[in-house]
């Protein structure tokens, strides 16, 4: 079952624009409420990388790769958990993944392509 469910990648030229959004369709509020969610991206060859994560209390915690162009932010009443990045840069080019944990438990989103490239 598809716990995660990523939208809004695609291709943007550099200093361009985009906003990922994540949902959580089959998470109840009182689940989802106190889960730490994240974004996570992948490029071709690399590892898997935090991007940037939220506590359910609205900490945020980011790479320093993204600090000051990528902005996270949840909306617990909608279930949802968004990545504003700005200023795109070609090393942003990536699979980016969403992900809810709580406690030992982590589940992913399957991924959506960013690709930023003139």
């Known amino acids: 079952q598809v716990q995660l469910v990523e939208s809004g990648g695609g291709l943007m030229q550099p200093g361009g624009s985009l906003r990922l959004s994540c949902a959580a369709p089959?998470?109840?509020?009182?689940?989802?409420?106190?889960?730490?969610m994240a974004w996570y991206r992948q490029a071709a060859g690399l590892e898997r990388e935090l991007v940037a994560s939220i506590s359910s209390g609205g900490n945020t915690d980011y790479a320093d790769s993204v600090k000051g162009r990528f902005t996270i932010s949840r909306d617990n009443a909608r279930k949802r958990v968004y990545l504003q990045m700005n200023n795109l840069k070609a090393e942003d080019t990536a699979v980016y993944y969403c992900?809810?944990?709580?406690?030992?438990?982590?589940?992913w989103g399957q991924g959506t392509q960013v690709t930023v490239s003139s």
């Open positions: 089959r998470t109840i509020t009182s689940v989802f409420n106190p889960s730490l």
């Open positions: 992900s809810r944990q709580l406690g030992s438990q982590i589940y």
